[in-house]
């Protein structure tokens, strides 16, 4: 009876509560041997005892002479597990579904915003390393001239480059960056497609003119395109045309850039 009292509990109280509180939902039990720590007037021997998280008492059949037979504590019910899985959901911190589509909301806009913006800079950045390939271009076929005056310029671009290690020649002239002369393996730079072509105008024997041109692969990749004689003059198609600037005498007839 003294284990009685630590339990807080006596035997026939324990056992009436068990008879009266028995849940028709208690989905499992653990079960261990042995209650005469507890109960002294138990029968130790085949006394089933069920510990649980729950505290919850069940039996369904009491011994008169011993009190109580078979008793335990219901580990869970299914009604207390949902209830207490929902509990535990409720407190758990998150977003609802208006918190999100606020958020994707906002992402949308401002994604809206910076893209364009993106795609112009893009694009001017494109446009400014053209003009500057166009120039390199230029420099290297007035190099070119220089070193083979009896050739002139060169028939194509693909002549002013040439593979590393370089060995200046009429066919490999290494005055060009070979990814500009092959113009990027044949896939542009930088949005643009680049090419040079060397002709002799009417009387020459060598080829003493040429003209460059810097093309935007596409819409999005560039705004302007370029195109460049023997003068070194940068010059432009008309605003808003970006196709290539087909020859030579339709180069001549642009405006100079800046003008």
């Known amino acids: 009876m003294q284990a009685n009292k630590r339990a807080g509990l006596r ?3 324990i056992c009436q509560r068990l ?17 005469g720590a507890y ?4 029968k130790a021997v085949g006394r089933i005892v069920t510990e649980g ?15 109580c037979c078979i008793f335990g504590f219901a580990e869970w019910s299914r009604a ?27 992402i949308l806009i401002v994604a809206a915003i910076a893209i364009p913006n993106f795609m112009r800079a ?6 400014a390393s053209a003009a500057g390939s166009i120039r ?18 060169p028939a194509g671009l693909v002549t002013l480059g040439g593979a590393s290690p370089c060995t200046p020649s009429t066919v490999t002239a290494c005055v ?14 930088s949005g643009y497609s680049f090419a040079a072509t060397g002709s002799a105008s009417p009387g020459s024997i060598v080829n003493d003119q040429f003209y460059s041109t810097g093309t935007p692969l596409g819409a999005l990749t560039g705004t302007r395109a370029y195109c460049s004689i023997q003068d070194a003059v940068l010059r432009l198609q008309p605003a808003g045309n970006i196709t290539l600037v087909p020859d030579y005498p339709t180069c001549l007839g642009l405006n100079p850039m800046g003008n």
Do not use: H
Not at 39 to 42: A, K, Q, R, V
């Open 39 to 42: 109960l002294p007037e138990c």
């Open 176 to 189: 060009l960056d070979n990814y500009l002369a092959t113009n990027g393996g044949g896939s542009g730079k």
């Open 11 to 13: 035997s026939d109280t």
């Open 80 to 106: 207390d597990s949902w209830e207490r899985a929902e509990r535990s959901m409720r407190k758990q911190a998150g977003f609802s579904l208006i918190e999100l589509l606020i958020v994707v909301a906002i």
């Open 53 to 67: 998280s729950d505290d919850r008492l069940w039996s369904s059949v009491c011994d008169p002479p011993y009190a």
């Open 122 to 127: 893009r694009m001017s950045a494109n446009d």
């Open 136 to 153: 390199m271009i230029n420099t290297a076929e007035i190099s070119y001239f220089g070193a083979y005056p009896t050739i002139g310029f």
């Open 19 to 35: 008879q009266t509180t028995a849940p028709a939902t208690t989905i499992t039990l653990r079960s261990t041997i042995g209650l």
